[in-house]
């Protein structure tokens, strides 16, 4: 298949930007609309989420937006803060931090810039295929795991108490530590923002629907409860001088947009940063990947993992230049974007237009909003990313994904969230290689009245006298070679007049160096024992490459095309 | 199977001990015999090469063979200092010497204790089937590499020249370098050494045939012939007063046997020296199996791996007790051992017993001993090692181990042994990940007047109208699944009027919880599209795993016993 390289590939706007029309734009401006006032409190709470200050977020939803609509390959994707990165990013900064070594601000656009970098480069270089070696259930621990990281790690802010930590452990008992001293006004700004929000996502639809309320309306309006949240609580923060009486705001922010710059940092605080650079990047862009394939589907749009990949480093590489955060693609505002009819990446160009647009304009109003709306807002953001279902999926289908799972979570919740994500990896690929290594192996036989061959111990099969087909249930590869050997060995030792062995290759999708050696001394010690090797089934690819071999060479028996032709010439007997 | 638990399995010299007879014995002391002159010639070169005083190589080939004999599984291994294991140690020690952080006597005993009580708790633990994860191709080409490493470092002795380095730049530049600075009495004698051990190797057999001697006479005098060169040399540095003319020699060594001592060495050591241990142990382990196996089959015994770890670290915590050097099991040794008729592993313990009787009454002579004998010994012992015809196979076989084998040679030369063995083995892993992340598949047929199918690509087939059958030879695990998604989609986009889709799934070993998700996805996709998706060939322990999931609640389509049984449903006509 050739590839055509075009500067289309590269530059995916040019595929849409010169057919562009004035009702894609019309509905791109109503998607991007509705996308900017969500994401307002949002960026704010995955900036609070993060140890950075407010308006943090809100420079990461600006230049990364116009960029990833350049080099992106969704159409539908909104990139930006969100909350697993953004919890990532704080447990970086978090020791580096508090050790005194950089100041958080830098950190974060270092942090962004570098995880841009690698995203870039991983790009240039098509390595999109890496994401694919983290496993869904390790994937779908980690983020459940997370999501309660997050919450409990939250709450310090809805009671008003100075709680620390970064995973389940510190900060629950941190919290609970500290309990006693829980901020009456905090709480009652904090809960009652939490009860709103839940209520609003739980019951604001029916409710609507049932006072005679449009759909479309009605769904709008529960995306816009936060920012409803935000505006009122902004407003009492101010009306009722909350900050005087102890409630924790976010304070005045710098005005105006934020500048370009090169984020300062030694070499040092680089190579410090890079290992949380690299799983940011893999992390945010496994995530974007499976946002974007699973929007992409309803609308029949296909994701190149590569142009993602090129897209999501463009956008933190902005988002570092700009003073903000790590960025990738979110769900829900993904979804937001999709649903509110979005139709090309303009969209979210004119989101960060819209986002531009309140940091000039209405930053010195956010310097009144508490910091519990701002945490109730993430609590119900984050709530339904705890996916019990899909744990107790894993459980009852395979005791060993569930293993990683488990691995990937206990150590997200009560460690680190990086030491989570990498032991899960490691740990998945290490079991899927260690099942390999000790492939299930069958002894087969002819179902009766037909060509096709079984396990004996499963179907009531014939045999065939003094030949033993035996199938063995993987690619023969070094980490099995032994094992292939020893099965063998033992069959044979089983089988005392046993004149000829068929290795049933169905399975065998490749022979590698290590295992050929085997089958080679496998067929010796056969032929010294007098018992004749035969392959059947062997595929094409595997074929090609064992033809000129000593193997075949030396091979005692035959090759057959089928087991059954192996049956029909060795039992001597086409109607047995 | 049940596995019978006794002291006799832990134990395995309870198994040959009590029928111990007169004509085991006398077998066992004939081969201790000559396994203990090849020995000691062979102990002080792998001392010299390991950068350790010469005695160090006597006391690491009397308590090991002991405790071997007590709990090794092989009945003719021969274990002590080896070539590579040597260098390895060289390697691991040279830059902590160079430090001055350590001594080199004690960092090599603390090696071997180390080692030791990693295969020890490997063998507790049964983790023997991780030597399965280095492949053929990587062993092969370490080796290979190891053994020109050594011949070069080795070339200083030779020449009677000061050079350094501990790979094959360093050593060949610094050789280069020096070479103006030849010592010719050294040269005489190494380079006399040198020709007579060729001479011995090659020729020597042929030589004593034509004189009549018998077979078994002429190999022994072949095996001899190191140790009538340290002989002749020795008397040569006594008469010659070969030290005063500038020759090295091996100088005073210390008289007696060596007393029983932890090695001292703080924690910091420890920790430096971990990682080293830890390749030193897992080498040695693979390459005593090996050469286990290989002789076990020549007489039908079989090696337990798991024993294997017992044995080899008992061998080499005794080697670190006793002021000794790692050790593993030797090729040449266990070949002569074999070959002289060894019959139990006492055999081993008698060698020690000869090497022990040296150490007390010979250690004045080996003063006298040249060093660039010992060179001479060694580089003829490695020569053999390596092994160009199996790089050029592996080249021929497959491009993928072949690329394994030559990251592993050129780190190996060119670095360092252990970044060589190291990348090799992660290589080859990565390699394999690889491979089966993105696996071959194949739209099949029928193979007419069979009940077989196969590529359509590569065969005569007939097909079913508006019915694919596919076969994905791979297992569907995390690494794959969203190929499978793209290959499946892919199709359906090149076949629009497909009505049903078969998997045909002879070679899924396997399907994990995320190729599990992506079959449902698929599954929903295709139903959109109206196509029905089918599965057959399904094996038995798949099924199990998939009776009861949604995706066989939710399959549009049905489950078959084989391809041709879908093929007679499909097309609606058994003869077609």
Tied chains: 1, 2.
């Excluded at 991007?32 to 989420?49: C, D, E, K, R, W």
């Excluded at 056969?526 to 062997?538: N, T, Y």
């Amino acid at each position: 298949m050739i590839r055509a390289v075009t500067l289309q590939r590269y530059l995916p706007f040019l595929q849409w930007l010169p057919g562009y029309n004035r009702g894609q734009a019309a509905a791109d401006l109503v998607a991007a609309g509705i996308v900017t006032f969500m994401l307002i409190p949002q960026s704010l709470a995955y900036a609070l989420l993060a140890g950075l200050p407010a308006q943090v977020g809100l420079y990461a939803s600006i230049l990364p937006l116009v960029l990833y609509a350049l080099f992106g390959s969704s159409r539908t994707l909104s990139v930006g803060p969100v909350a697993v990165i953004s919890l990532m990013t704080a447990a970086a900064l978090g020791p580096l931090a508090e050790a005194g070594v950089a100041d958080p601000v830098t950190g974060a656009a270092l942090l962004a810039v570098m995880s841009g970098l690698i995203l870039f480069l991983m790009g240039v270089l098509r390595l999109g295929f890496l994401a694919n070696f983290l496993s869904h259930p390790v994937v779908s621990g980690f983020i459940s795991a997370s999501a309660l990281v997050i919450i409990v790690s939250q709450l310090r802010h809805i009671f008003g108490i100075s709680a620390s930590g970064h995973n389940l452990l510190d900060s629950g008992i941190s919290l609970l530590i500290s309990l006693s001293d829980v901020h009456l006004p905090t709480l009652f700004v904090g809960g009652g923002t939490l009860l709103f929000l839940i209520f609003a996502r739980q019951w604001l639809n029916p409710v609507l629907e049932s006072l005679g309320c449009p759909g479309p309306l009605r769904s709008v309006a529960v995306r816009l409860a936060p920012l409803f949240a935000l505006l009122v609580t902004t407003l009492l923060g101010w009306s009722l001088a909350l900050g005087d009486q102890g409630v924790a705001l976010v304070g005045e922010i710098p005005a105006g947009l934020p500048s370009l710059a090169w984020p300062a940092g030694d070499p040092g605080l680089w190579r410090q940063l890079s290992g949380s650079a690299l799983l940011i990047a893999i992390v945010g862009f496994v995530e974007s990947v499976s946002i974007g394939q699973t929007l992409g589907a309803k609308r029949r749009q296909r994701i190149d993992p590569n142009q993602e990949l090129l897209g999501l480093g463009a956008a933190n590489i902005g988002a570092g230049l700009s003073g903000g955060m790590p960025v990738t693609g979110g769900f829900s505002r993904s979804v937001v974007n999709y649903d509110a009819g979005a139709r090309t990446p303009a969209a979210g160009a004119f989101a960060a237009a819209g986002i531009a647009l309140a940091t000039l304009y209405f930053t010195p109003a956010i310097a009144w909003l508490p910091k519990a709306t701002l945490a109730a807002t993430i609590i119900v953001a984050v709530a339904p990313l705890a996916d019990l279902a899909s744990i107790r999926d894993t459980w009852l289908y395979s005791r060993a994904d569930f293993g990683a799972m488990l691995a990937t979570i206990v150590l997200t919740l009560f460690y680190t969230v990086e030491a989570g994500i990498v032991t899960g990896v490691l740990l998945s690929l290490g079991l899927f290689l260690y099942r390999t290594s000790r492939p299930h192996s069958a002894i087969v036989g002819r179902v009766p009245g037909t060509e096709h061959f079984r396990n004996v111990e499963r179907h009531q099969v014939e045999l065939c006298e003094r030949t033993v087909f035996l199938r063995i249930d993987e690619s023969l590869y070094f980490a099995n070679a032994r094992f292939l050997e020893e099965t063998v060995l033992e069959l044979l030792s089983r089988n005392p007049d046993l004149t000829d062995l068929v290795l049933v290759c169905t399975s065998v999708n490749h022979i590698d160096a290590s295992a050929l050696d085997s089958l080679e001394a496998i067929n010796g010690r056969l032929q010294e024992a007098g018992v004749r090797l035969h392959l059947s089934d062997v595929k094409g690819p595997v074929m090609d490459r064992l033809r000129d071999t000593d193997l075949l060479k030396q091979l005692s028996g035959q090759v057959f095309l089928s087991a059954y032709q192996a049956w029909v010439r060795l039992s001597g007997n086409e109607s047995a």
